[in-house]
T-cell receptor, first 115, second 112 residues
Framework: EADIYQTPRYLVIGTGKKITLECSQTMGHDKMYWYQQDPGMELHLIHYSYGVNSTEKGDLSSESTVSRIRTEHFPLTLESARPSHTSQYLC??????????????FGPGTRLTVT | RKEVEQDPGPFNVPEGATVAFNCTYSNSASQSFFWYRQDCRKEPKLLMSVYSSGNEDGRFTAQLNRASQYISLLIRDSKLSDSATYLCVVNEATDSWGKLQFGAGTQVVVTP
């Protein structure tokens, strides 16, 4: 089993609230990722990080922001939640050397509902 | 055109039968290939990596065909617990830092 954790698992919040989704891994992986997935739909990469102090936007435009101050921690923040942000957010990590793609391990996800 | 394409299914399979399905990828420079399994409303879990020579893990066999740019997954002696969506995953060939392209998934339903 992969050692990657996400909290909260479920969150229902009102429009306009600021929220932070937590993601932590204990595998020492340098690369971490955030995906967004609607029910029955495919995964979309919204943010990724190659290491501490490195963050990049993914393929799907997102109003969220991320930070990577510690190797094991990659939180995602929404400054002002909207109903369109309702989705499942999945965090993943991978290790390995630069230039080689290794498998990614996923956390259990945060199911966000914005009312 | 999507970089990774899969037949969405569903593939309805009687318990004990064999099912196989393919996935095509568009970039011939891709080097890493994986199959993930995703249960309804759960996170994707790595099923197996796919190697050039093909590989087998119990009832699951994965093959890579670089010439035709597809990978396949075969499930033998299907169990009810094999019901899931199977995601074909390929590395972004222009990216050397570990980003993956996920297919939309092939749904498999194993029936009693």
């Amino acid at each position: 089993e992969a050692d990657i954790y996400q909290t909260p698992r479920y969150l229902v919040i009102g429009t306009g609230k600021k929220i932070t989704l937590e993601c932590s891994q204990t595998m020492g992986h340098d690369k971490m990722y955030w995906y967004q997935q609607d029910p029955g739909m495919e995964l979309h990469l919204i943010h990724y990080s190659y290491g501490v102090n490195s963050t990049e936007k993914g393929d799907l435009s997102s109003e969220s922001t991320v930070s990577r101050i510690r190797t094991e921690h990659f939180p995602l923040t929404l400054e002002s939640a909207r109903p369109s942000h309702t989705s499942q957010y999945l965090c993943a990590s991978s290790g390995g050397l630069a230039g080689v793609t290794y498998e990614q391990y996923f956390g259990p996800g945060t199911r966000l509902t914005v009312t | 055109r999507k970089e990774v394409e899969q037949d969405p299914g569903p593939f309805n399979v009687p318990e004990g039968a064999t099912v196989a399905f393919n996935c095509t990828y568009s970039n011939s420079a891709s080097q890493s290939f994986f199959w993930y399994r995703q249960d309804c409303r759960k996170e994707p879990k790595l099923l197996m990596s796919v190697y050039s020579s093909g590989n087998e893990d119990g009832r699951f066999t994965a093959q890579l065909n670089r010439a035709s740019q597809y990978i396949s997954l075969l499930i033998r002696d299907s169990k009810l617990s094999d019901s899931a969506t199977y995601l074909c995953v390929v590395n972004e060939a222009t990216d050397s830092w570990g980003k993956l392209q996920f297919g939309a998934g092939t749904q498999v339903v194993v029936t009693p």
